[in-house]
């Protein structure tokens, strides 16, 4: 998806405005943006641990949705567990693929990937546990999420768990605490690839807005010479867990447990739900 960077809020827009006509926008889950989204998951280990250590307890294959380019599903399979990888874009699957060619043949042979939308999907079968990671859940809107819901229930062996990541947001005072400007709804900060590439993120989310917008762009030297500088865009909904924890409720489904991970930015945590149907 390409769109105007007139549309993008904030200090991203005040930038790519500067930059002119040599930007070129698109979503991060398209085409354009599936390699660089994979360069920065590869080298992410966040909520791997406590996931793995969740899924350990039940025994039985894993349903993984919105599984990308395959971030948590190599570990999964590194558990010896049969593993579904359902993913809404192709371009994600692919690059999944190609890291299940590479990976340990028997891993490899205990992968189906899946090309479907984790808000409404059958796959006629259930699974031990389902697993939504990268707070993904925040990728859908309410009538998205109900349809999740819904799917994921239908999916669920008896006594089975699905297992998710949301955010808390940090309050205010908190924040101020530790050193960090709440003056400013913009965050402009440099990440790092897998592959040692450096990339420009801004973070636009004004105090109280449900949504955070984020885009990610070359390094401010890098872009200056660029004849084309390609930016990426998503927008992400801000679901604290109490929140969610009430919607799964209302959809039959009971959070069973807690944990707060260790990662995170200035203004939010991060926290994996462990989920049961009632």
């Not at 899946?114 to 031990?128: E, H, K, P, Y």
Request: net charge negative.
């Amino acid at each position: 998806m390409t769109t105007t960077a007139a549309a993008v809020p904030g200090l991203a827009g005040q930038v790519l405005a500067e930059y002119g006509d040599r930007v070129s926008l698109h979503d991060l889950y398209d085409e354009e943006g599936a390699p660089v989204y994979h360069d920065l998951a590869a080298g992410d280990t966040s909520e791997i641990r406590e996931l793995l250590r969740v899924v350990r307890a039940f025994r039985g294959p894993v349903l993984e949705l919105a599984s990308g380019s395959g971030r948590l599903t190599l570990p999964l399979l590194a558990l010896g567990r049969e593993v579904t990888a359902l993913e809404l874009k192709e371009s994600m699957l692919d690059l999944l693929r190609a890291r299940l060619a590479a990976a340990p043949a028997g891993a490899g042979r205990r992968c189906v990937p899946v090309l479907g939308d984790m808000s409404a999907f059958s796959l006629g079968r259930t699974f031990a546990v389902v697993v939504l990671g990268t707070t993904s859940v925040s990728l859908l809107d309410e009538a998205g999420r109900a349809g999740l819901y819904a799917a994921v229930r239908s999916h669920l062996a008896p006594g089975g768990r699905f297992v998710l990541s949301t955010v808390d947001v940090t309050p205010v005072t908190a924040v101020m605490a530790s050193g960090d400007s709440t003056d400013e709804a913009d965050l402009d900060f440099e990440a790092a690839g897998a592959s040692g590439r450096r990339y420009r993120m801004i973070e636009h989310w004004p105090a109280g807005d449900p949504v955070r917008r984020v885009t990610i762009l070359p390094p401010a030297p890098e872009a200056a010479t660029a004849e084309r500088i390609d930016v990426l865009t998503t927008s992400i909904r801000v679901l604290p867990a109490d929140a969610l924890t009430r919607e799964l409720a209302d959809a039959g489904l009971r959070v069973v447990a807690r944990h707060q991970l260790p990662h995170g930015g200035p203004r939010h945590t991060d926290v994996l739900l462990e989920v049961e149907a009632v």
